[in-house]
């Protein structure tokens, strides 16, 4: 199983983190990388997805996304996240997405940022939720694939493409691990 993830620039990228390891060891929870869900999980093979994904982000050049709000949810993999304002660009991209990848699964996009996994009581993630500070934009600069488990401990990307470099096809460069 994969999910195609939007990733942040460096700078976005190290805001997050920090927040998502502070709050990792002050609650005990799995520490994971900053990203917006672009299309949730598809059961197909990697280089199948690799080609669609691919061609999803063909002509796309970085953009900026905005923060909604910072919320909780009953939702394990929404426990307190930073809701993001859909645009234009993240939109188009999902779109082409879900023409290729619905027959494999369907995924509604809802744009967020995670930023703790963990079962919690609502009080506690109200509180917690009020009590975060994060950056009001950020930069998405890039697009991946991760290949997905239960234990997010071994999530891991298999894929990672460069937005303001995906018209290249044949050059595109791709980290595989």
Excluded at 115 to 134: F, H, N, R, T, W
């Amino acid at each position: 199983m994969f999910a195609v993830w939007f990733i942040f620039e460096n700078d976005d990228q190290k805001h997050l983190s920090q927040i998502i390891k502070k709050l990792s060891m002050q609650y005990d929870a799995p520490v994971f990388l900053p990203h917006i869900t672009a299309y949730g999980l598809v059961d197909t093979k990697l280089d199948a997805l690799d080609k669609i994904v691919s061609n999803s982000i063909k002509g796309e050049k970085p953009f900026t996304v905005e923060k909604k709000s910072i919320s909780y949810s009953d939702d394990f993999w929404k426990t307190v996240f930073v809701e993001i304002h859909p645009n234009k660009e993240l939109v188009r991209i999902n779109n082409r997405l879900t023409k290729s990848l619905d027959s494999f699964g369907k995924y509604e996009v809802k744009p967020h940022v995670s930023l703790i996994y963990k079962e919690m009581k609502p009080v506690q993630k109200k509180k917690l939720a009020e009590s975060l500070d994060v950056k009001n934009q950020f930069k998405i600069n890039g697009i991946c694939i991760q290949q997905f488990s239960e234990d997010i401990s071994k999530w891991a990307i298999v894929r990672q493409y460069n937005l303001d470099e995906s018209w290249l096809s044949k050059e595109k460069k791709i980290i595989t691990t």
